[in-house]
């Protein structure tokens, strides 16, 4: 079974534009999850989706945002980026509640 | 050596040798934990997970403890091998999300 998958794996923008992180989850699995890795702040929750609908939400600005359609695939996007968001962006998936969440390999944004 | 209880930012270990890494949780209501593996340049890679009605879990390799008393967790590793080297994080799961200790990097000396 194919893992979670991410796309772009690189990314570079410069501040005030946008972007938009695509994730594929494992085949079966309804909720995704996004996280921000730093090297200051470590792994911080951005959301969760469950068919199609958002469950959860961490304390970001509301600049992040995401979505989920029908097959699971899911995308985040973040507007006006900021030097700081320059982060490793994380998907997981999981089968079901306070089920195992499994990573894919990221996406590196470089916002200049 | 053990480093009992105690969350290090670094572990250096000889090859062979048994590794110990520690994590204090913080959410008292939380009933799944897991621990994850991540290497240079990938996602954090699922190893081991424990649910609150366990205190011990037994994998390859590796054993989880859970004291919920103390909000700790603790993942040792048996015969640390050379591909163990990585950055390890614990997790704890409540209402649909994950929040990540420190994290502790794994040195393994030849």
């Not at chain 2, 994590?23 to 240079?40: G, L, P, R």
């Not at chain 2, 015969?79 to 420190?102: H, I, M, N």
């Amino acid at each position: 079974k194919a893992g979670v998958t991410q796309t772009p794996r690189y990314l570079i923008k410069t501040r005030g534009q946008q972007v938009t992180l695509s994730c594929s989850p494992i085949s079966g699995h309804r909720s995704v999850s996004w996280y921000q890795q730093t090297p200051g702040q470590g792994l911080q929750f951005l959301f969760e989706y469950f068919s199609e609908t958002q469950r959860n939400k961490g304390n970001f600005p509301g600049r992040f945002s995401g979505r989920q359609f029908s097959n699971s695939r899911s995308e985040m996007n973040v507007s006006t980026l900021e030097l700081g968001d320059s982060a490793l962006y994380l998907c997981a998936s999981s089968h079901s509640d306070a089920d195992t969440q499994y990573f894919g390999p990221g996406t590196r944004l470089t916002v200049l | 050596g053990e480093n009992v209880g105690l969350h290090l930012p670094t572990l250096s270990v000889q090859e062979g040798d048994n590794s110990i890494i520690n994590c204090a949780y913080s959410n008292s209501a939380s009933d799944y934990f897991i621990w994850y593996k991540q290497e240079s340049g990938k996602g954090p890679q699922f190893i081991i997970d424990i649910r609150s009605n366990m205190d011990k879990r037994q994998g390859q390799r590796v054993t989880v403890l859970l004291n919920k008393t103390v909000k700790h967790l603790s993942l040792q590793i048996a015969a640390t091998q050379p591909g163990d080297s990585a950055v390890y994080f614990c997790a704890w799961e409540r209402d649909y999300k994950l929040s990540f200790g420190a994290g502790t990097t794994v040195t393994v000396r030849a």
